[in-house]
């Protein structure tokens, strides 16, 4: 059974940094393309950063890029968020997610992936 599941989240102060853990099962991250997504109350899912299955780079939004990186861990199947100078802007509930490597070219939107995770919540107070 594939399964994601996200840790990590929690309150903290605007300036301050989290780093979320996201840990799969049933498959393996080596090959998949990841993403890291988010939803703030009343507003949509957008995409925050992402790996590509293609030569593993990476993808930031542009309202987290220079504050957050994505990596992973493959020897433990892992995938990590570190977000840095939090914002209260930052405040959402955020996801990973996987998707099949190769089967969508290279459109990351968020209808193309395959498996996510429950969540995980990130409040960011001024």
């Known amino acids: 059974e594939v399964q994601l599941v996200e840790s990590g989240g929690g309150s903290v102060q605007a300036g301050g940094s989290l780093r979320l853990s996201c840990a799969a099962s049933?498959?393996?991250?080596?090959?998949?393309?990841i993403g890291w997504f988010r939803q703030a109350p009343g507003k949509e899912r957008e995409r925050v950063a992402c790996i590509s299955e293609y030569d593993r780079g990476t993808y930031y939004a542009d309202s987290v890029k220079g504050r957050f990186t994505v990596s992973s861990d493959n020897a433990k199947n892992t995938v990590f968020l570190q977000m840095n100078s939090l914002k209260p802007e930052d405040t959402a509930v955020y996801y990973c997610?996987?998707?099949?490597?190769?089967?969508?070219?290279?459109?990351?939107?968020?209808?193309?992936?395959?498996?996510w995770g429950q969540g995980t919540q990130v409040t960011v107070s001024s």
């Open positions: 997610a996987a998707r099949r490597p190769y089967y969508y070219g290279t459109d990351y939107a968020e209808k193309n992936y395959d498996y």
């Open positions: 049933g498959f393996s991250f080596a090959n998949y393309a």
